[in-house]
Nanobody, 126 residues
Framework: VQLQASGGGLVQAGGSLRLSCVASGRTFSNHAMGWFRQAPGKEREFVAGISRSGNSTYYVNSVKGRLTISRDNSKNTVYLQMNSLKPEDTAVYYC????????????????????WGQGTQVTVSS
């Protein structure tokens, strides 16, 4: 699976962005998807995940209520809607994919994913 992330940019605190990640090469609907981020000097961390079907999602506590992951299997795209952004959300954001046997499974954690996009920079100014 090839993944292409986009939608990053510079936004003021409290603002919104929507990241997109378009997949190609394999059947998108066979893959659970995730969003990760990596801030300068820090390790890459899991942010949110969604099942193949889109019916199951998982978020880390720091983004619950502010970030929403969704997918459109007809467009081979996963989204990350980011609202009420904070300066600590500043990072490079990566999408990732993992083929799963169960449609409801959400893959949590960096080591569970097989395919990675190139990243898109999100900068939140205070």
């Amino acid at each position: 699976v090839q993944l292409q992330a986009s939608g990053g940019g510079l936004v003021q605190a409290g603002g919104s962005l929507r990241l997109s990640c378009v997949a190609s090469g394999r059947t998108f609907s066979n893959h659970a998807m995730g969003w990760f981020r990596q801030a300068p000097g820090k390790e890459r961390e899991f942010v949110a995940g969604i099942s193949r079907s889109g019916n199951s999602t998982y978020y880390v506590n720091s983004v619950k209520g502010r970030l929403t992951i969704s997918r459109d299997n007809s467009k081979n795209t996963v989204y990350l809607q980011m609202n009420s952004l904070k300066p600590e959300d500043t990072a490079v954001y990566y999408c990732a994919a993992k083929a799963t046997a169960q449609a409801r499974d959400v893959v949590i954690g960096l080591s569970g994913y097989d395919y990675w996009g190139q990243g898109t920079q999100v900068t939140v100014s205070s």
